[in-house]
C-alpha cells in the first residue's frame, strides 16, 4: 500500500465511522467534491497536506489522529 491508498483507506473509514457521504464531507471541509472524489477514485496519486488539514478541520480531528493508524505505521519507507 502506498500514502495515496492509506488516505484513501482513511478517509473511507472516517466517513464510515461518522456516516456521512463524500459530498457531505467536502461541504463541512470546504473542499471541492471532486477533490474527495479524485481522492476516493485514485485519480490523485499526491493528496496535499492543505486538503487533508482542510478535511480533518471539517472532521473536528487533527493531523496526528488522522496519521495515527496502523495502516499509517505499516507503510514501507518510499525512499531507500
Given at each position: 500500500?502506498?500514502?495515496?491508498?492509506?488516505?484513501?483507506?482513511?478517509?473511507i473509514?472516517?466517513?464510515d465511522?461518522?456516516?456521512?457521504?463524500?459530498?457531505?464531507?467536502?461541504?463541512?471541509?470546504?473542499?471541492?467534491?471532486?477533490?474527495?472524489?479524485?481522492?476516493?477514485?485514485?485519480?490523485?496519486k499526491?493528496?496535499?497536506?492543505?486538503?487533508?488539514?482542510?478535511?480533518?478541520?471539517?472532521?473536528?480531528?487533527?493531523?496526528?489522529?488522522?496519521?495515527?493508524?496502523?495502516?499509517?505505521?505499516?507503510?514501507?519507507?518510499?525512499?531507500?
Open positions: 500500500m502506498n500514502i495515496a491508498e492509506a488516505t484513501k483507506q482513511r478517509i473509514e472516517l466517513c465511522e461518522r456516516n456521512i457521504t463524500y459530498c457531505k464531507l467536502a461541504t463541512i471541509s470546504g473542499i471541492p467534491y471532486t477533490t474527495i472524489k479524485s481522492i476516493i477514485y485514485n485519480q490523485s499526491n493528496p496535499g497536506v492543505t486538503t487533508i488539514k482542510k478535511i480533518c478541520d471539517g472532521l473536528e480531528i487533527s493531523i496526528t489522529e488522522f496519521f495515527d493508524t496502523e495502516t499509517f505505521r505499516n507503510l514501507e519507507q518510499e525512499i531507500k
